[in-house]
């Protein structure tokens, strides 16, 4: 993100990474502590594949971040955490972002609502 806010890619990746319930409870488990894959997937009620589909998409938008370490049995351990971040969602901050998409807007035959 620049200091004005995001740009057009950066805040669809943003609001796509967080527009599905489960990351977002995701993000409201991992906002007081880091935790590890396992013990998040109980939390959550959901399976640990399902639960490593989310956090791929969550770290692709730079939300949440890993790191792997070594329990005292040896067992290799990936722990989450949620990255710090603040996206002011407003007409001024989408308009300030939509010149800047990489995707080019449809033409007059395109896309319709």
Same mark, same amino acid.
Request: no cysteine; hydrophobic share 45%; aromatic share 4%.
């Given at each position: ?8 890619? *950066? !805040? ?5 990474? $967080?527009?599905?319930?489960? %990351?977002?409870?995701?993000? #409201?488990? &991992? ?11 109980? *939390? !959550? ?5 399902? $639960?490593?589909?989310?956090? %791929?998409?969550?770290?692709? #938008?730079? &939300? ?50």
């Amino acid at each position: 993100m620049t200091a004005t806010g995001p740009s057009g890619d *950066e !805040l669809l990746r943003l609001l796509g990474a $967080l527009a599905n319930p489960h %990351r977002l409870r995701i993000v #409201a488990a &991992l906002r007081a502590e880091r935790v590890y894959v396992s013990q998040l997937a109980r *939390e !959550l009620g959901i399976s640990r594949a399902l $639960l490593q589909l989310h956090l %791929r998409k969550l770290e692709a #938008a730079g &939300l949440v971040s890993a790191t792997l370490e070594l329990s005292e049995d040896g067992k290799a351990m990936k722990f989450y955490e949620v990255e710090p971040f603040l996206v002011e969602l407003s007409p001024d901050t989408i308009a300030a972002a939509a010149p800047t998409l990489s995707t080019p807007a449809p033409d007059d035959e395109g896309e319709r609502a």
